[in-house]
């Protein structure tokens, strides 16, 4: 996934944008950005600069703190916000987070609004896993992410035969999810095909 952020973006714009389009409810003060991205603090300065003149971020000055936030006005908000989701911010993390388990876990996706670029204030990130793991191993795997990004992760497990009998019944559940759009944390699609 971040390979295709990091071909299209250098890293302290990556870092940024994904900061600012992770939470776009949220303003973010110019420390806390370059806090976040973890890299010099010239680089993040300049890349916040250029984002505001471009119309991607809008810049508010309160006293001595200058505040930065995504632009939902820009005319690339929704693509650069699907794009982010993506590659960066979430979708690393919860893979990140999830690899430690890749020996349990068959198929891990996002899936639901979020999946389908729908990242509003307080929608939560839906995730389906297939696999050995239960609920609460991934709950307690999963908890630092949602703190980190302000969301809260709802998570849908299944065992493979479980899995494989409803979706063979046309679960609705099931069916809704297999049929919508997914971000693949763990395994892709080949790999939930051989699970059905």
Known sequence: MSDISTALFGSARRGVLSVLFSRPN?????????RLVGTGQGAVQRELERLH?????????RGNLVYYQANPACPVFSELSGLMVKTTGEADALAAALRPLAESIKVAFIHGPYAAGQTMPGTA???????MAGVEQLASRLRPVELRLGRRVNV???????FRTKAARADQFIYSVLKGRKIFL???????????
């Open 125 to 131: 990130v839906d995730l389906f896993a297939v696999g």
């Open 26 to 34: 949220e303003e973010f003060y110019s420390r806390q950005v370059i």
């Open 53 to 61: 003149k471009a119309g991607i971020a809008t810049r508010i000055r």
């Open 156 to 162: 849908s497990v299944f065992g493979q035969s479980e």
């Open 186 to 196: 763990l395994g892709d699609e080949a790999a939930l095909e051989q699970l059905t």
